[in-house]
């Protein structure tokens, strides 16, 4: 139930077999919810009655994309602390075959998908 009046929304509740959820309906619904995005902050925009606020978080959000675009583009991330390592032998022998299979294409004139 969504922005109804806390009234209507006890009545409906009491009149139903089912379980409502209220947002914005009052504290009768026999549950509640808020969008996540809304009540960390993150549209200052929209501000509907039922809305609280819980953290503001949008300039911690936009501050974190920011570092990891600055990062991303000067070469500082991913460092080898954040990517997974094949021992060479394995990607030797992941490369032979990844050969083998260009070649086999290559001879029968096109790219095989399997």
Excluded: N, W
Aim: hydrophobic share 40%; proline share 4%.
């Amino acid at each position: 139930l969504e922005c109804l009046p806390a009234a209507l929304g006890k009545i409906i509740t009491q009149s139903l077999e089912i379980p409502t959820i209220g947002i914005g309906s009052g504290s009768d619904c026999d549950g509640q919810a808020l969008v996540t995005q809304d009540m960390l902050g993150l549209f200052k925009e929209l501000s509907p009655r039922f809305l609280k606020v819980y953290a503001d978080l949008s300039q911690t959000i936009v501050g974190a994309l920011a570092d990891f675009r600055q990062e991303v583009e000067s070469g500082a991330f991913p460092t080898s602390e954040h990517t997974y390592a094949i021992e060479d032998q394995e990607l030797g022998k992941l490369l032979a075959r990844l050969r083998g299979q260009v070649a086999q294409d290559t001879r029968e004139g096109g790219m095989s998908h399997g």
